[in-house]
Structures are given as C-alpha cells and as structure tokens.
C-alpha cells in the first residue's frame, strides 16, 4: 500500500482558516469512510485529531474538521492559533493502516 | 483512563535484534487492539503493524514481514514489539498506539499513544 499525498508544508496567520488534503486512491480513501487526522508537536506522541472521516474525539477543539470528496480527504482548521503549529498526518484503514507523509503547519 | 508506558532507549548494533514493550495501565489489554508505528527522524509515521479485531488476528505491514514479531503477555497487560535483522534504516522512535474511546469497532484511530521508544542502530 503506497503512502497517502499530502502537502509538504501549508501556512496561514493567527485567526485565518487553512486546509490540508490528503489523497489516496479508491482502494483506501476514496473506498471507505476511515480516515484519521493526527496532530504531532516537535518531540511528542502524535494526537488523534479527527477519525472516521469528521468525527472528533472527546476534548478537540470544534476549530478542527474533516471532510472527504473521491479520492482526496481534507483537514480544516478555522481560527489559527499559534499552538496549532505542528505537523499533521492522514491515515487510511483498508484491514491495514497507511499513513500520509505528514504536513508541517506554520502560524506565520 | 488508559495509558501506555514503553521501555527505555535502546542502541543495537547491525544483525541484532530489538524488544520494545508497552504496559497497559487502567485498562485491559484483551479489550485493546494494539499496533506499533515507527518515526524515524525527521520523517512522517509508518504503520508496522496491529491487531486485528474482526479477524482476531495480528497483521504486518508487507514491508516488515519475517522482520517484525508482535506478542501480548495479558498477565501483565503488556505488548511487545520484536524487530529482528536490524539496520541503520530501522533507527527510529516506535510508539504502541490503540483505540480507546472513540469506538470504530475496527481498531484504527488511536487516540491513546505511548511515550515512544528511541532504537538507535549503530556499529
């Protein structure tokens, strides 16, 4: 299974909207609702951000969302903050998991 | 609440073999379905492996078949991770990760993370 494609790096200002795809193919993303979003600070274990698509867990900012079109999931996070620097990674589940090559997010 | 508490830092030379383990506090390790993902550094993550639920069995990604062994001792509710063949490529955090709360059923978005285990391979 290939890695999913994700943006190397993305930025936006405090209070600005950004989003961050990730694209798969019919056999992982575009097949089933079973995409991840992880956050991962410099350092620190990754965070789950968004499963299934755009469900959040307990305790995750409402700033953060999730959606899909065909192949290509997004990640949207509305009203930067500064504490939203960090690197993401999607992640697909097909009986197997694959992740994305991880984006690093840059509050400008 | 679940936590996951891994061993130490581990330096291995070329050819030899790592054991990582990865002990379940405040819950059941039966009732979990445990993977390991690997980071090396500066690089993004990379799924090795996990359990399964509706096969009830263990996976491995292709890319670590015949290298990778995951076992689980529920006496202790403790996982583990054995990477054999060894190489300077395999220098890496591994992080246990499981599902917990968020319920999918299939075991795959891990909200629960363990600390990471550094592996440095090194002659």
Known sequence: ??????????????????????????????????????????????????????????????????????????LTISGLQAEDEADYYCSSYTSSVVFGGGTKLTVL | QVQLVQSGAEVKKPGASVKVSCKVSGYTLTELSMHWVRQAPGKGLEWMGGFDPEDGETIYA??????????????????????????SEDTAVYYCATE????????????????????????
């Not at chain 2, 292709?62 to 190489?87: H, I, N, P």
């Open chain 1, 1 to 74: 299974q290939s890695a999913l494609t994700q943006p190397a790096s993305v930025s936006g200002s405090p209070g600005q909207s950004i989003t961050i795809s990730c694209t798969g193919t019919s056999s992982d993303v575009g097949g089933y609702n079973y995409v991840s979003w992880y956050q991962q600070h410099p350092g620190k274990a990754p965070k789950l951000m968004i499963y299934d698509v755009s469900n959040r867990p307990s305790g995750v900012s409402n700033r953060f969302s999730g959606s899909k079109s065909g192949n290509t999931a997004s």
């Open chain 2, 62 to 87: 292709q890319k670590f078949q015949g290298r990778v062994t995951m076992t689980e001792d529920t006496s202790t509710d403790t996982a583990y991770m054995e990477l054999s063949s060894l190489r």
């Open chain 2, 100 to 123: 917990w709360r968020t319920g999918t059923g299939r075991g795959d978005a891990f909200d629960i993370w363990g600390q990471g285990t550094m592996v440095t391979v090194s002659s």
